[in-house]
């Protein structure tokens, strides 16, 4: 992982909003997983789709962002 992606990870992961979707499950919680648009899909998790919020997250403004359902389907880098 590169010292960018750690600077993103770092000013970003407070503002993931991923904890209050429907799509987040228990195992997500568990390990704390979140910001997956720069970290990437869930690695261990897995999930049925129930909506994504992540068009209405502040990081998808901060940082540009076009895509959703990150940690079903990879970062929006790997989306690309
Ligand atoms: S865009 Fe989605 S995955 Fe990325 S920080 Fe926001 S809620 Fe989390
Ligand atoms: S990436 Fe999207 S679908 Fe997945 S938990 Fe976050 S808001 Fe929900």
């Given at each position: 992982?590169?010292?960018?992606?750690?600077?993103?990870?770092a000013q970003n992961r407070a503002k993931c909003i991923c904890h209050s979707?429907?799509?987040?499950?228990?195992?997500?919680?568990?390990d704390d997983q979140l910001l997956f648009c720069?970290?990437?899909?869930?690695?261990t998790c897995t999930f049925d789709k129930?909506?994504?919020?992540?068009?209405?997250?502040p990081?998808?403004?901060?940082?540009g962002l076009k895509?959703?359902?990150y940690?079903?389907?990879g970062s929006e880098q790997e989306q690309k």
């Open positions: 992982m590169t010292e960018d992606k750690n600077t993103i990870i979707c429907p799509t987040y499950n228990e195992c997500m919680r568990a720069v970290t990437g899909k869930s690695p129930k909506g994504c919020l992540c068009p209405a997250c990081v998808t403004r901060v940082l895509r959703s359902y940690c079903i389907r």
